[in-house]
């Protein structure tokens, strides 16, 4: 290991590139919350195609999109939409959920769901992926993982885990990706309007503003995207000492 200093890609020497416009695209969950406001944009971004999946796809009712069955906890229906989404050059790894309780007494089933969906979802999403992706010429994947993949919070641990845990494969297969010449970004947001909040009273962002910046973010050549000012705040403090966050996290009300 060297400890040279390398520079990071920002949004300001960020360059345009054309990972939407005539994309054919796959979002998981697309049939609420931020997947289908993904999807939508991608539409209207003009991507020639947009799988929407879903574990119902009778359940996707967006105009201009092409359902497909698929549960990303379950093996055989990935492997069945990597085989009809022969096509795909961009992946959108949406799907996710929230199990809350205490790491020190919640079923541990409970955890275990959100490792499931969270990580091993996406895990298994990549890998089948990866060659359709390097058939198509490379491709971008897209992980939407969370503020919580960088800090715990009582009630959510084992969902932070699991973000963790997905943002840690999304750094390592970006570096397994590059020689196929595949993209790997991140997306972080904070705390947004869909089902997923529907127990939370704090304030929330715009499902569709988190949309607009994902997309917007794909049209620059960064490989992390924040999607708002919360993330960024949180995002801030990776390099200080966690004790400096949590007070921080405290004293702000979270
Ligand atoms: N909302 C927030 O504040 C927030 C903040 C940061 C990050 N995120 C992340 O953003 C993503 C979308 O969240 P959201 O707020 O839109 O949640 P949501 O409204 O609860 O929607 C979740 C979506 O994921 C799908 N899904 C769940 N398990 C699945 C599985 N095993 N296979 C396929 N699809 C599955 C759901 O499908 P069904 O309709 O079949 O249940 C639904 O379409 C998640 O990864 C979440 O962790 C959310």
């Known amino acids: 290991m060297t400890t040279q200093k390398h520079s990071t890609p920002t949004s300001s020497d960020s360059t345009p ?4 416009t005539g994309a054919i695209a796959l979002v998981t969950g ?3 919350g931020l997947g289908r406001h993904i999807a939508a944009r991608l539409v209207s971004r003009g991507a020639a195609k947009v799988y929407a999946a879903a574990r119902n796809p009778e359940s996707v009712d967006l105009p201009g999109v092409v359902p497909l069955r698929l549960d990303v906890t379950d093996d ?8 009809i989404a022969s096509d795909v050059t961009l992946l959108v790894n949406n799907a996710g959920i929230s199990r809350p309780g205490a790491l020190l007494d919640t079923p541990l089933e409970n ?4 490792l499931d969906t969270n990580f091993w979802g996406v895990l298994a999403m990549v890998r089948a992926f990866a060659p359709v992706l390097a058939g198509t010429g490379g491709g971008t994947i897209v992980n939407v993982l969370s503020a919580q993949s960088w800090f715990a919070y009582p009630g959510t641990n084992g969902y932070h885990a699991s973000k963790a845990a997905a943002w840690a494969i999304t750094n390592g297969f ?4 590059a020689d196929q010449g595949t993209r790997v970004v991140a997306v972080h947001a904070g705390a947004f309007d869909t ?5 939370y ?27 708002d000012d919360w993330t960024r705040w949180v995002k801030s403090f990776l390099g200080q000492d966690p004790a400096t966050f949590y007070a921080e996290l405290g004293a702000s009300g979270a």
């Open 17 to 20: 590139t054309s990972s939407v």
């Open 30 to 32: 697309a049939n609420r």
């Open 76 to 83: 055989s229906q990935i492997a069945e939409a990597a085989a």
């Open 111 to 114: 955890v275990r769901a959100e």
């Open 174 to 177: 970006r570096l397994e990706l």
């Open 195 to 199: 089902d997923f909040t529907a127990d």
């Open 201 to 227: 009273d704090g304030p929330k962002e715009d499902p569709a503003d988190i949309a607009r910046a994902t997309i917007d973010g794909l049209e620059t050549d960064s490989v992390e995207i924040l999607t």
